[in-house]
């Protein structure tokens, strides 16, 4: 009589097996062919080669739209964070009573659900074109975002410090300044952070859309066949974003 | 109108039928040290919480000085509340911040809002605070934060914290369980000499009836919710423990 350690798992078995036939199945559907694959990557080749030396004779129309897309990137996330404050306080079940954080919650969850660009879009077409419509789409966005976080970062405090404000006779002003604040400040701070360097990332893309910032450069550029243009922008890009990264994790590593 | 606390028929359920507290009533001089023994479960937190109202009671009066705090709301029940000082078990300071900003939280019933969020304190409430951390023993300490210190340091740091409220009562909820058998004694030392030179009467819940005995003028004693002993430590024999904590072999 032999005994088994180990039980097969049929169901995770099984379920593989049809993730695999599925992505077969995919393939087809999709037109993806061997020398399609040739085809593309030769286009491919042919593109990068266009896209070198970057030029960067532009460089006026390209610093404008870099700084427009930091401005737009910066006033949003102050905005999202200031507005995020008291909807992440409203949303927080441990403080507020359901009857206020459900619908907040159901307006963050709102927030989230369509995609930023989608968003932009829509406010394109709301507000018109250029840098307001990006500064709202992202306000969205980093609301949707951040408040989240900050009320789920509430929800985690420990509530002994706060009933120990409280039975001071400190009014509810009072208890968030001294028993909640404390205990979510640096925590705030970094979602804080993150935003802003993912609102950095995400304003140069809203410009496609016609939202202002780099973006919209960029796809001017991509519009006139100006490849050596478009590396610069690209360039600048992820330059910038490095230095932001760069930025954010000297900070996040002082908060700790 | 009596001075003092005066407990009148109060109760508690947290399920209806379930009731944690009994119609309980009692009466506290203005002054003393009052322990308040039971087993675990018997609703002497509860009764503890009731008082300053972070439990709700489901019936009965808790008279401070006369005035009845149970029907009180918002503001009335916050000037209520910062004459009452507690003293937590988990000492309950708040860790993020410095040991001298929870001293002065001790404060925010009685400062407008702006001073407590500029820490621009009035210099006769710096002085007291300073004044009471000699008192515990933490002259140094000021500065520290809240979650460098000890349990015993952290516990002086709450005590220091419920007397910057110049309380006319305070409650200490098993002030000592989470300290080790020395520290135990040296904060009930402490917690005792401290309130009788300041005249503040307390009321403690306490698991350690050898400390309750050594430092309490008057011992409660709760079962399933109802007062069954209550009288001096010297009253308290064998047989009153057995009311209150039930069965026999564990007292050899």
């Known amino acids: 009589m032999t005994r088994t350690a180990f039980t097969p798992n049929w169901t995770a078995r099984g379920a593989l097996l049809a993730l695999a036939l599925y992505c077969v199945f995919a393939v087809t559907q999709l037109d993806i062919s061997w020398a399609r694959i040739l085809t593309g990557f030769g286009e491919g080749g042919r593109f990068l080669a266009r896209m070198w030396p970057p030029n960067f004779e532009r460089w006026d129309t390209l610093v404008e739209g870099m700084l427009e897309s930091i401005q737009i990137a910066v006033l949003s996330s102050v905005a999202g964070i200031i507005l995020s404050l008291p909807l992440g306080l409203m949303a927080a079940r441990n403080l507020s009573p359901a009857w206020v954080s459900a619908p907040v919650r159901g307006f963050i969850a709102l927030c989230r659900s369509l995609h930023y660009v989608i968003v932009a879009i829509l406010f394109v077409k709301a507000v018109g074109f250029g840098a307001l419509a990006g500064v709202a789409a992202l306000t969205v966005a980093s609301m949707g975002f951040i408040a989240k976080l900050f009320a789920e970062a509430i929800e985690e405090i420990s509530m002994k410090q706060v009933e120990a404000v409280r039975a001071t006779g400190a009014g509810p002003a009072g208890v968030l300044l001294y028993g909640v604040l404390p205990q979510v400040a640096s925590r705030f701070v970094g979602f804080c952070i993150y935003q802003l360097d993912s609102n950095l990332r995400n304003s140069t893309l809203v410009g496609i859309v016609g939202a202002g910032g780099i973006g919209g450069t960029l796809f001017a550029a991509f519009k006139r066949f100006d490849y050596d243009f478009v590396a610069a922008i690209l360039l600048s890009i992820i330059a910038l974003i490095f230095l932001a990264e760069l930025v954010s994790a000297r900070v996040r590593k002082a908060l700790q | ?93 708040v860790e993020r911040l410095s040991v001298m900003e929870n001293l002065l939280s001790g404060r925010l019933g009685y400062v407008p809002l702006w001073r407590a969020w500029l820490r621009k304190y009035p210099a006769e409430d710096i002085a007291r605070a300073f004044e009471l951390l000699d ?84 011992i409660i004693g709760m079962h399933q919710g109802a007062v069954v002993f209550d009288g001096p430590p010297e009253a308290l024999e064998a047989s009153h423990l057995q009311l209150i904590y039930g069965g026999e072999g564990w007292q050899e």
């Open chain 2, 135 to 218: 008192a515990v023993g933490l002259p140094d300490h000021a500065t520290r934060r809240a979650d460098a210190l000890s349990g015993g340091q952290r516990q002086r740091v709450g005590i220091a914290r419920a007397l910057m409220q110049r309380p006319a009562l305070l409650l200490a909820d098993e002030p000592t369980s989470s300290l080790d058998p020395r520290t135990a004694v040296e904060v009930m030392e402490l917690l005792t000499t401290l309130t009788q030179r300041e005249q503040v009467p307390v009321i403690i819940n306490i698991h350690n009836v050898e400390l309750a005995k050594r430092y309490c003028g008057r």
């Open chain 2, 1 to 93: 109108m009596s001075a003092g606390l005066s407990l009148r028929g109060l109760s508690k359920a947290y399920v209806p039928g379930k009731p944690v507290l009994r119609d309980i009533t009692l009466d506290f001089a203005p002054e003393g040290v009052t322990a308040i023994i039971g087993p675990s479960g018997t609703g002497k937190s509860t009764l503890i919480r009731c008082i300053n109202r972070l439990v709700e009671p489901s019936g009965g009066q808790v008279l401070l000085d006369g005035q009845d705090l149970v029907p009180l709301r918002g503001r009335e029940l916050r000037l209520a509340r910062r004459r009452i000082g507690m003293v937590f078990q988990e000492y309950n300071l």
